[in-house]
């Protein structure tokens, strides 16, 4: 198998505060990151997709400005909510890739984000 | 774009009993993955199937492409099979991404 972390993975922050959440592929090299988010008793919705030493891909809908996403190596991943409201509370997942493990993706664990 | 739906959407065994879980897909695919998401939320991989039969314990599963649809069998089932069971496809026209199904959340009780 291939294991991938996250952390933290649970934050409460305050209106208007920023958070990050990182991302590692612990024993492989993850040349794409996918983030997800999951509202409760829903599925998995793709936010974005980023490539090691590029832009990450958004998908339709989600505000680039407000969630940062950084591949700076082929092991981590950062997402940034800026100024965190309310409605961004939720449970965040990252996906690693890779073409040495055909292109699979393998799961963290999950951040779960409450805004106050 | 291709939409993903699971039946059902709720299951309730009782410990010992077997079920099929149903994933159908609306156009063709480039692969499938059927993931087990325990109560505290992490995925995990259980079948990465884009057509054919796998086993791995007392799960199976089975990916007809041309049918479009995957079916995943859950035999003798256990307390600790809980949780929701998605599948996920990757488009046969996009490729980059994982659309996930709208999956199925298993209760087993002793």
């Keep these: 198998g291939a294991v991938v972390s996250q952390h933290p993975s649970r934050v409460i922050c305050k209106s208007g505060t920023s958070v990050k959440i990182e991302c590692r592929s612990l024993d492989f090299q993850a040349t794409t990151m996918f983030w997800y988010r999951q509202f409760p008793k829903q599925s998995l919705m793709l936010m974005a997709t980023s490539n090691e030493g590029s832009k990450a891909t958004y998908e339709q809908g989600v505000e680039k400005d407000k969630f940062l996403i950084n591949h700076a190596s082929l092991t981590l991943s950062t997402l940034t909510v800026t100024s965190a409201h309310p409605e961004d509370s939720s449970f965040y997942i990252c996906s690693a890739a890779s073409q040495e493990k055909g292109y699979e993706q393998y799961f963290g664990p999950g951040t779960r984000l409450t805004v106050t | ?110």
């Design chain 2, 1 to 110: 774009g291709i939409q993903v739906e699971q039946s059902p959407p709720d299951l309730i065994l009782q410990e010992g009993a077997n079920s099929t879980l149903r994933c159908n897909f609306s156009d063709s695919v480039n692969n499938l993955q059927w993931f087990h998401q325990n109560p505290w939320g992490q995925l995990i991989n259980l079948f990465y199937i884009p057509s054919g039969t796998k086993q791995n314990g007392r799960l199976s599963a089975t990916t007809v492409a041309t049918e479009r649809y995957s079916l995943l069998y859950i035999s003798s089932s256990q307390t600790t099979d809980s949780g929701v069971y998605f599948c996920a496809v990757l488009s046969f026209y996009n490729t980059d991404k994982l659309i996930f199904g709208t999956g199925t959340r298993l209760q087993v009780f002793p």
